[in-house]
C-alpha cells in the first residue's frame, strides 16, 4: 500500500456475515475518522465489492456464506487485485495462520483485540509490514509440526485426492469422481505416502488424513 497521508485516505471494506461484529466494526471505523467504509455480509458480496472498488484494505472473516474469507482472497489475487488483506478471525489454531500466510495477507487480527491492534496493524501494513496480532501465542505459530509443512510438497492432484480420503472415498470412488483410473489414483496415494514420510502402508494414509482433517480442509 502506498503511503497514506491521512485516515480520510483510506478505503476500508469489511465483511463479516454477523451483523452486531460487522457493524460494531465499521461504526468503530468511522468514530476514528476513517470514512470511506464499505460492508459486505457474506464473500461473494464481499469479493464483488472488493473488485469494484479496489479499496486499500479488506478485513475479512474466515467463515462466510457463498465465499469464505480465504476463498475471497485467493481470487482476488487472481484478478490482479492489489488490496491488503487482514484476516479477522476467533480462530487461533496454526493451520488457520499458515493458510493465512499461505496467501501473502497482510494481517491476522482475532476478534477479541481492541480497536487500537486494529490501528497498529493498518499503520504496519502502511509500511508494508505484516502484523499478527499480539493476542496470538507467537512462538506457537512459528513453528507447524513437519508433517503439516511436508503437505507443501503435494501437487494439486495429490491436494485433491488427499481431501477425498479425509471423506473416506474409496480408490474406485476417488476414481470415478476425479474421472481417472484407479491406477492413477494409486500412484498418486503412493506419491502422496512417500511425501509425508509415513510408514504403514495405504491404512497409514488414511488414518493420518482422518487425524488432520481440519487442517486437510484448508487447502
Known amino acids: 500500500m502506498s503511503k497514506i497521508n491521512s485516515k480520510k485516505d483510506i478505503s476500508i471494506v ?15 471505523l468511522h468514530s476514528h475518522n476513517y470514512t470511506h467504509v464499505h460492508k459486505a455480509t457474506n464473500g461473494k458480496n464481499a469479493l464483488k465489492l472488493i473488485l469494484s472498488i479496489e479499496p486499500n484494505i ?5 467463515h462466510m456464506p457463498e465465499l469464505n474469507g ?10 490482479g487485485c492489489k488490496t491488503n488483506f487482514i484476516i479477522l478471525s476467533f480462530h487461533k489454531q496454526s493451520e488457520y495462520l ?10 491476522y ?10 490501528e497498529k496493524c493498518i499503520n504496519s501494513i502502511e509500511n508494508n509490514v505484516f502484523y499478527l496480532s499480539k493476542s496470538l501465542d507467537t512462538s506457537q505459530n512459528e513453528n507447524l509440526p513437519n ?13 485433491k485426492i488427499l481431501k477425498l480420503v479425509t471423506k473416506q472415498f474409496s480408490n474406485a470412488e476417488i476414481s470415478d469422481y476425479l474421472s481417472i483410473s484407479v ?18 502402508g495405504t491404512n497409514s494414509l488414511t488414518n493420518w488424513a482422518l487425524t488432520n482433517k481440519n487442517s486437510i480442509d484448508l487447502l
Not at 508433517?147 to 491436494?159: A, G, Q
Request: net charge negative; proline share 1%; charged share 35%.
Open 14 to 28: 469489511v465483511a463479516d456475515d454477523h451483523p452486531l461484529l460487522l457493524n460494531g466494526l465499521v461504526h468503530e
Open 98 to 107: 499458515e493458510k493465512a500466510k499461505s496467501l501473502n495477507i497482510n494481517g
Open 183 to 200: 491406477r492413477t489414483v494409486e500412484k498418486h496415494r503412493s506419491n502422496i505416502i512417500q511425501k509425508l514420510e509415513l510408514v504403514g
Open 58 to 62: 479488506a478485513m475479512l472473516d474466515i
Open 147 to 159: 508433517d503439516l509443512i511436508l503437505v507443501e510438497k503435494l501437487t494439486t492432484s495429490e491436494k
Open 70 to 79: 480465504f476463498e475471497v482472497i485467493e481470487q482476488a489475487r487472481k484478478k
Open 109 to 118: 487480527l482475532l476478534k477479541e483485540d481492541d480497536f487500537e491492534e486494529i
